[in-house]
Each structure stands twice: as structure tokens, then as C-alpha cells.
């Protein structure tokens, strides 16, 4: 036979026996079979070495030769991700992107591998080279040693060219024994496989038990507009697809699809991605191999494009990571606060550590239970975390303080008013309204940038106010003269003028701003803006609804129910508050918000037309503008193109959507001509 030829069928044979046993798992030949058909091949390359393919099999076996790692530029974003903490943040995001889309979206959610970063490049279906993350430009070529990881395909029946990003991770339960060959010089498995890539021959790299997951693809010729579906072009290819995965869509015949061609992977409805998380955060310990978080990733690549990127991140794949930031100090201190609403507070008072990035000093500890539970107490030494922009929170902690061990006890009284605290539910709580602190806590959220946003008057200058018995309660802000002020240390004129100024502008406040900054419990400001929709657009009407009590009245409010229907009554029938109402209502605070008459409805010129949009545009961002305009008009917006479509709205770098329309000939439109059809 033709040595050549023989050559190419050793190679081809051996690369699938290789797949089979190291991907599927699914030997076909005996061991000793394989190994006489690879020393077959070894001999043949070693007398013709000018035939020897630089995909060959042999090459898992690596070399004695010193390896270089030559600088080589990614020709793909190597990009990293936005980070969340809490499973909530994870579906405010979900819902945000949906909204920005514009459209129904389906969701991948991955595990986030903690291993080395590798995206191997193929030209004409052969592994051309394999670069580290680097700087995310340009990354170090090692595929000499990528070669060596028998799960990583070295050739493949892909004719175009195209590129792999993968993760490169060594087990838990093979770390131990690998690291002593490294005479123990790696802390965890992801150093000793990034360490293992970058070793300098690639015979001892062959040796350490390498796996590789492979999650996002790219193809130089493309051939569908879903994530996941590149997915299952790369398993046939022989990529080793992560199974901890799930597919989750609104729509049904894409889950249907995705049961079908990766059905070892989890499929499902939108819905059930919150229950998926919570899942797979329960199965981490079992595994066996590193994961410190999941990736949720945007599984329709034109909406991606329409998507696009922040200067750090892509705004269509989100990290959720498990483990927060921590930092461990000392707690010095407990010190009580008390809110406007009474609610007493636990502040832990820390010495100053660094956590991601900031210093902090102060961690909020919630209330007596959650002390309790801690067995926390002043001096302890503490392991605290950060997630996402809330204060941190003691987690646990580490050394009881060995000279004073202690359990932090709330007081019997508040230590402003002296007044007993009361325990309702989890919290304690000081009752009396005329309690000093909480009458300036209350000020001072009125006064506060979310509600009536008088910036002059910060938490000191409203604490000092207050304690020198200039301003007693809300409406002196506005009745007090501040020149009064011309005597203190520390009050210019220019100062005081400063602060007449914002006084007077927050009467401008519209009415939603005036209802949240009084503080009345529920009442915050998507629960004002709730009330303001259904018709409660004025004091006056609000007063008048309370004053009949009827429950219903308010608790018949989307999202509102029986507790708010009842806080809202108490709140709005109360002597005290109805007071300071009127007292407001002299100032001129405004107390009604005119409500808009509906629009005229626009005609319908877009009556049974069913549109799709792709790309990104310059007056519709987000895109769902431009689904607005066309639904108000009588139109239909739907995600994908068919024989129905009747229209296509193209944008700057459309999706294949673009492509399909112009296959079916379906009227393309842009920007401009769409403008003008909207008149
Ligand atoms: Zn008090």
C-alpha cells in the first residue's frame, strides 16, 4: 500500500479510536489493537517524518523538546463577564435583557469552570493553534501541550474555518496525586492546569490527566442564529460539550429541538431557569471538578449583536458566582440604630478591611436572631462578605475573642429616647414618635436624593439642625429661617443661600416625589407609582379613599393585597400624618400629579403585518421602541423569519435574520424608510 495513504488512515483511524475512548467513553477496539495500530504509525512517521501529519495522533503523546509559546492575536473577543451574587440580581437581569431585546429569548445556562482558559483555532477542519487567554488581544500559543488532552479533537470533518473557546480543568480527586509529580508546587487544580499547559515539555504535560469542556463556538461561515445549536454542531464534531447545561425558552419547538439533538443536557421553559440555578448551586459540592459559579448566556446570536457590549462586558452573558467576596477583621463594636419607622438596626463597627476592591468599616447584622445565630459578640473575629452594591454582612465567625468571649445583647431601651423597645416579628422596635432619632431619620429621608432630593441638607447638617433645636420636625425645613444660621461656625453665607436655593427648588417635587419622602411604611416608590396608575393621583383622593376603610379599596391594586390595602388606610387616617399633610399642603408642596389624557390612538397603518427586527438602531435603543411604534400601529413583532413575515426592520450588523428574509423576499427595511412610515 501507498505509505502515504496508509499514513492518513492510521491518523484518521486512531483520532476516532481516540474520541471514542476519551469523549463517548465508548471503546471499539482492545487496547492492544489500538496500540499496535499507534505503534504502526509511530514507526511509519519516524521513516517518513515529511508525511506525518502535525494533527497526528502520535502528538498526544508530546515530546522532549523544549517548547516556545509564541504571542499570537485572538482573532474573537476573549471577553470576561458582569458578576452577580444573588439568585434575584440573576432574574432582574434575565427580565432587563428581555426588555432590552424586545423579543421572546431563550437563555444557556453553563457551569463556570474554574480552570485555564484555552480557544483553540481550526483551519480547514485541523487544530491550528491554541491560545491562552492572555490579555484577551493576544494570548500564548501551547498547542503542543493542547495536543496532548485526548478529549480535544485534532482533526474534524469542518470545512470552515472556525474557532472554540474552552476550559482546561484537572479533577479534584486527580489534583492530589498530579501536584506531587509537581513536587506539590500548585495551590489548587486550576494552577496546576494552567501551570500544566504552560510547561515547557510536552511529554510531561501528556502525563497529567487534562479535561477540556468546550461552550461557545464560532464559525467562519455561519448556519444558524442559536447558541445552543452551534453547541451541537460542535459534539458532532467531537468537542466535549459540558452535560450540566440547561435550554431555557419561552418557546416550545426550540426546547423540543434541543431535547432532540443534546439530549443529555437540561431543557426547559423560561420559567424554570430560577429553579435550575438554585439546583445546580446544590449539586457544586459534588462534583468533581472546580465550578465557582454558573454563566447565563443570551442563546440568540443577532440578539447579542443588537445587544452588544459595555466597555468591560457583553450585556447578553452574565456570571453568577457563588461565593461572594470575603474578607476576614474584627468586629469592634455593636452599636444600635433606630429608623424612622422604629426599626432598631445592628451595626457591626469593623476594623477597616479590604473586600473587592474597597475599604469597609461598618457590616449591617440585621437583627437579635440573626446575632444569636452568629454567637456573635464584640472582638470576635469575622469573616464578612460583599454581594453585589449592599452593605456587607457578617457571614460567620472565625475566633470568639479569647479574652472576652461575649454574645452581643440587645438593650432593654432605645438609647436615643430611652423609651422600651418593643420585639414584633424579627426586629425590635422603639414606638415613640417623638423618639429624637427616628424624627431625624425621617427628616432626613425626606429630604434625601431619591425623594425630595435637597442636597444641602445631608444626615449631619439635619442631625446638628435637630440637636440645636433649629428645625423640630418636616415642615420646618421649609418655615425655618436659615440666616438664623449666619451665627454658627461653619454657615456662610454662600452656604446658607445654598441651601434656601434646594429648599425652594424641592417644592417642585412632583406629587409621586412628595407621597414617598413622607415614609410612610409600603409606601415606596414603585408602590406610589402603583397608586398614582389606579387613579389615586391626588392627597385629596387618597384621604378620601382611606376615610371610607375599605380595605378593598386599595388591596384590589395589582400587587398591592390585604397588608398594603391596610397599611394604606392606617397610614392616610392617622391624626399625626394627616397633620403634617396639611402642614405640607400650606407650603405648597405639590399634592396632585395631573394625569396625562390617553393619547389619540394612531391609526393603523401597520394592520396585519407581522414584523421582525434585527440589528441596532439609531432612534429605537433599545430595539423594543421600535416594537412599541410598530404594535401601536396595529402591527405584530415576532423573533423569526418565515413565509408570514411581511416585513424586516434591519438595523446596523444584523443577525441571519437579514439573510433569511432576502432568501424568502421579504420586503427589507431600514431606519430611514421606517421612520418615514411611521410618518
Ligand atoms: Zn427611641
Not at 483551519?123 to 494570548?139: I, P, Q, W, Y
Not at 464578612?384 to 465567625?397: F, L, M, N, T
Not at 442636597?455 to 425645613?477: H, M, R, V
Not at 398594603?564 to 392616610?572: D, T, W
Request: with cysteine; proline share 4%.
Amino acid at each position: 500500500m501507498d505509505i502515504k495513504k496508509r499514513i492518513e488512515q492510521l491518523s484518521t483511524e486512531l483520532l476516532r479510536h481516540q474520541h471514542l475512548y476519551y469523549v463517548k467513553a465508548e471503546p471499539e477496539i482492545s487496547d492492544l489493537e489500538y496500540d499496535r495500530l499507534f505503534d504502526e504509525l509511530v514507526e511509519l512517521e519516524k521513516k517518513y517524518p515529511q508525511l506525518a501529519w502535525p494533527n497526528s495522533p502520535t502528538k498526544r503523546v508530546g515530546s522532549d523538546l523544549d517548547n516556545t509559546f509564541p504571542e499570537k492575536e485572538h482573532t474573537l473577543p476573549v471577553l470576561s463577564l458582569d458578576k452577580q451574587y444573588t439568585i434575584e440580581e440573576l432574574e432582574k437581569w434575565v427580565s432587563k435583557t428581555i426588555n432590552n431585546a424586545g423579543q421572546a429569548l431563550s437563555f444557556v445556562v453553563e457551569e463556570k469552570i474554574d480552570g485555564a482558559s484555552i480557544v483553540l483555532y481550526y483551519k480547514n477542519g485541523s487544530l491550528e493553534s491554541a491560545l491562552t487567554r492572555g490579555n484577551g488581544v493576544v494570548g500564548n500559543d501551547v498547542i503542543e501541550n493542547v495536543r496532548t488532552i485526548k478529549q480535544v479533537p485534532l482533526v474534524t470533518g469542518e470545512t470552515s474555518n472556525f474557532a472554540v473557546r474552552s476550559e482546561i480543568f484537572i479533577k479534584k480527586s486527580d489534583f492530589g496525586t498530579y501536584n506531587q509529580t509537581f513536587e506539590n508546587k500548585y495551590a489548587n487544580p486550576r494552577n496546576l492546569a494552567a501551570g500544566s499547559l504552560r510547561n515547557i515539555k510536552s511529554s510531561v504535560v501528556a502525563k497529567v490527566p487534562l479535561n477540556i469542556f468546550s461552550y461557545e463556538g464560532f464559525f467562519e461561515t455561519a448556519f444558524t442564529n442559536d447558541h445552543i445549536l452551534i453547541l451541537s454542531r460542535l459534539k458532532e464534531l467531537g468537542f466535549r460539550i459540558n452535560r450540566n447545561m440547561g435550554f431555557f425558552s419561552a418557546s416550545k419547538n426550540m426546547v423540543a429541538t434541543v431535547q432532540g439533538k443534546l439530549p443529555e443536557i437540561a431543557a426547559g421553559h423560561i420559567g424554570d431557569l430560577s429553579d435550575y440555578v438554585r439546583e445546580r448551586l446544590g449539586e457544586r459540592n459534588r462534583l468533581d471538578y472546580e465550578i465557582d459559579g454558573l454563566v447565563i448566556k443570551v442563546n440568540e446570536l443577532d440578539v447579542r449583536d443588537g445587544l452588544g457590549y459595555t466597555a468591560h462586558h457583553p450585556r447578553w452573558a452574565l456570571a453568577f458566582k457563588f461565593d461572594a467576596p470575603t474578607a476576614q477583621t474584627r468586629l469592634l463594636d455593636v452599636q444600635v440604630q433606630v429608623g424612622r419607622n422604629g426599626r432598631v438596626t445592628p451595626v457591626g463597627i469593623l476594623e477597616p478591611v479590604k473586600i473587592a476592591g474597597s475599604t469597609v468599616a461598618r457590616a449591617t447584622l440585621h437583627n437579635q436572631e440573626y446575632i444569636d445565630m452568629l454567637e456573635l459578640g464584640s472582638g470576635d473575629t469575622v469573616s464578612i462578605s460583599k454581594r453585589g452594591d449592599i452593605i456587607p454582612a457578617v457571614e460567620k465567625v472565625i475566633e470568639k475573642d479569647p479574652d472576652h468571649p461575649s454574645i452581643f445583647k440587645f438593650p432593654e431601651t432605645c438609647p436615643f429616647c430611652l423609651s422600651s423597645l418593643v420585639k414584633d416579628g424579627a426586629h425590635h422596635f422603639c414606638k415613640n414618635r417623638e423618639c429624637p432619632e427616628r424624627i431625624k431619620r425621617s427628616i432626613s429621608y425626606f429630604a434625601a436624593k431619591d425623594q425630595m432630593d435637597i442636597d444641602t441638607l445631608g444626615w449631619k447638617t439635619i442631625a446638628f439642625l435637630f440637636d440645636k433645636g433649629y428645625i423640630k420636625g418636616i415642615p420646618d425645613l421649609y418655615t425655618f429661617d436659615y440666616n438664623e444660621l449666619l451665627n454658627e461656625e461653619g454657615f456662610k453665607e454662600k452656604k446658607i443661600a445654598n441651601i434656601k436655593k434646594s429648599v425652594e427648588n424641592s417644592k417642585k417635587k412632583p406629587f409621586r416625589k412628595v407621597l414617598t419622602s413622607l415614609g410612610f411604611d409600603g409606601l415606596g416608590t414603585s408602590a406610589v407609582s402603583d397608586l398614582i396608575k389606579n387613579g389615586f393621583y391626588s392627597m385629596d383622593r387618597i384621604i378620601e379613599a382611606a376615610s371610607r376603610r375599605d380595605v378593598e379599596i386599595f388591596s384590589n391594586i395589582e400587587g398591592f393585597g390585604e397588608i398594603m390595602g391596610q397599611l394604606v388606610i392606617r397610614h392616610f387616617t392617622d391624626p399625626e400624618n394627616l397633620a403634617l399633610i396639611e402642614e405640607l399642603r400650606k407650603i405648597g408642596l405639590s399634592f396632585e400629579e395631573r394625569v396625562e389624557k390617553p393619547q389619540e390612538a394612531e391609526a393603523l397603518t401597520f394592520k396585519d403585518q407581522v414584523w421582525v427586527i434585527t440589528g441596532s438602531f439609531e432612534h429605537f435603543n433599545p430595539r423594543s421602541k421600535a416594537a412599541e411604534e410598530i404594535e401601536k400601529r396595529g402591527g405584530k413583532v415576532v423573533g423569526s423569519v418565515s413565509t408570514r413575515t411581511t416585513h424586516v426592520l434591519v438595523g446596523a450588523s444584523p443577525g441571519s435574520k437579514l439573510d433569511k428574509a432576502k432568501k424568502l423576499d421579504i420586503p427589507i427595511i431600514d431606519e430611514t424608510e421606517f421612520l418615514k412610515m411611521l410618518g
